[in-house]
DNA sequence: ACACAAGTAC
DNA sequence: GTACTTGTGT
């Protein structure tokens, strides 16, 4: 992944408020994963929303130093604004798209470092992280806004969306309703409250890889488009946030995945990427020819005498009964010409359509 | 108003239901202006929601023969589909709407006979009529779909809009909250109910005229605009129908508008009457002045334009492909034929038969 | 009023 | 994938 080249001013601000703490507390206390974490947050005193900076703690075998993102700034309050800095930290926290076939719903624009996808298409990321140590380590994604002057904004549903009876909310919790961003992992814990006013989050505990692989993979969906009216994103940009985090909350890296959700994931992505490149002013020779030739070859079977069901709406009664009589001709034909000689199907598939024609079922 | 030349069939459907009368009964007890009605209506035997046809009533000095806007068709059952058709009555019901300044924020079209106007403007509605009888006398206006395909679905506000919080919702009682058309009229009275699957309109005692004019004016305001999405109008046009009831109910005037609510009036306006007048060019070589309004589509049912659903088994896949063009061939003419005056069913079938013929069910 | 943005139909 | 529709920002 690219390196982010956001210039917007970033506080350490990752970590889990007290209400948080409790939301966890109360929600994953039956997930064995995470009872580690439990037990440490339950007796966690850095409760005050303060990382401790520079802070030195041992993990496995390895002492490392857990830094915030930024050392040039200590805000006297939480601020709203939350780091997209990228910070790979003493794992090498990486997160990847992986290169997709033209098939899926999703894009990635590496220029751009931004995935392109339809609302409520689930996509993979992979995450990596070398020398993993013995404790728990957990994902957070928390989507923001992109532009400084609305990276204080919270990242909401749209009124739409979050409606009950949307399609996207069946046998989707009251709690869960309101993120835009949803995670397949069973374990994924929803954080934060739009009814009082705080940030949303998703956060899963990192995964052990499959053997044979170094990195982990989730699936996340995203259930509003950027388009959405306001108190949706209202077609302002947004990123996600990747933060590797220990159960306390400590960030211990940090990724940042531009992301747009819309209609048209590529035609969108070819618009951004040209004016990118037009405002970098990299004239890029790059051709694409788009092959878009595929021709379904007709495999022709030896003998055409199976059965097929069609099931077709056709307007206008007489219509409908015009349909009825082409088919019965053709049948008809077919009957005549096979006789005894294989003709027996012919003659089931009549009776079929003579009942369809006789009775009135066009009412 | 122009004269609809509507060819469609109407039932008598205009009548009061008995929910609405109830619905009247609770409202409006308060209301002086319609205290005979509620006395009408608390005795009123024709609550069965059929019409009485040719029924001989008294009007202040004056026999009318009550009739229901077209005399051929009696229906057994009430329909879903509310008629549209221009019936000026006994008392000459007239709607117009003013002539308006480039200033007002909505515009009118004769040719369309079409208002376009923002969402949440207020707009005038004159209503006159002739030999004006003692009996109180009711306008409704309900808006209903004008396309075929959907005149027998029911007009709804989308969720956005009839959220509580909208601004639009400020000091708006509950039930009227899921109406798009309202009246600043303080007797207006809001009838039907979405949780009961029920057409939405609003119904006003007509007041009298100011000394020295014949019509009277009335604020009306629409709180969703034709593209708000489903369950909201989804863009689909819809026009206003305004019938003139007794306290019963009973339709002794009928007048349609056709109304466009969008967030650029005048723009839409005039790629509207331009298209208009490129369709009535083409086909009429010769004839130029006569027509001034258009024919409108409407859902009819001595039309032979219902969709009926074929299951029929075809043996030989071959065959079955033969069937599935006929179909096409059959609904691509009846398309062709008939434009977009009523094409689009054809349209749609179409589409059906079209990924029935694409993707290979045919297995 | 114009040009752009972004969902949707064809 | 193209073109149109329609809301929004300037
Ligand atoms: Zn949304
Ligand atoms: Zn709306």
Redesign the pocket.
């Known amino acids: 992944m690219n390196k982010c080249e956001s210039e917007v001013m970033s506080f350490p601000s990752d970590i889990l408020s007290q209400e948080e703490q409790d939301e966890i507390l109360r929600e994953i206390s039956d997930i064995p994963d995470v009872n580690e974490m439990v037990h440490i947050l339950s007796n966690n005193s850095n409760i005050n929303g303060e990382n401790d900076f520079n802070e030195e703690k041992e993990y496995k075998d390895k002492i490392v130093i857990v830094v915030p993102a930024n050392e040039h700034s200590i805000p006297p309050i939480i601020s709203n604004i939350l780091s997209n800095e990228e910070y790979p930290g003493p794992f090498e926290f990486e997160v990847d798209i992986c290169p997709n076939g033209?098939k899926n719903p999703w894009v990635y624009s590496p220029p751009l470092n931004k995935i392109f996808m339809d609302m409520n298409s689930p996509f993979p990321v992979d995450f990596k992280i070398k020398n993993r140590p013995q404790n728990s380590l957990f994902i957070r994604v928390t989507p923001v806004y992109s532009l400084p002057q609305h990276s204080q904004d919270f990242v909401y549903r749209c009124i739409n969306h979050e409606h009950p009876m949307e399609t996207s909310n069946r046998n989707v919790k009251e709690n869960v309703r309101q993120h835009i961003i949803r995670c397949s992992n069973s374990s994924a814990i929803y954080l934060g409250d739009k009814e009082k006013s705080q940030r949303l989050s998703v956060a899963i505990p990192l995964s052990l890889p499959q053997s044979g692989t170094e990195s982990v993979r989730e699936m996340f969906q995203f259930v509003c488009?950027?388009?959405?009216?306001t108190p949706g994103m209202?077609?302002r940009?947004i990123e996600a946030i990747f933060t590797l985090e220990d159960v306390s909350g400590h960030v211990l890296g940090r990724q940042t995945l531009r992301v747009r959700?819309?209609?048209?994931p590529?035609?969108?992505k070819e618009?951004e990427e040209k004016?990118h490149s037009d405002n970098t002013r990299l004239p890029r020779g790059k051709k694409r020819k788009?092959e878009?030739s595929e021709k379904k070859p007709v495999a022709s079977s030896d003998v055409d005498n199976k059965e097929y069901k069609l099931t077709l709406n056709i307007v206008g009664k007489h219509n409908a009964q015009q349909v009825l009589k082409y088919s019965h001709d053709l049948m008809a034909g077919e009957y005549i010409r096979h006789g005894s000689n294989g003709g027996e199907v012919y003659k089931n598939c009549l009776n079929g359509i003579n009942n369809l024609m006789i009775f009135p079922t066009l009412k």
């Open positions: 033209s488009k950027n388009s959405c009216p209202n077609r940009p959700i819309c209609s048209c590529k035609r969108d618009k004016e788009v878009k």
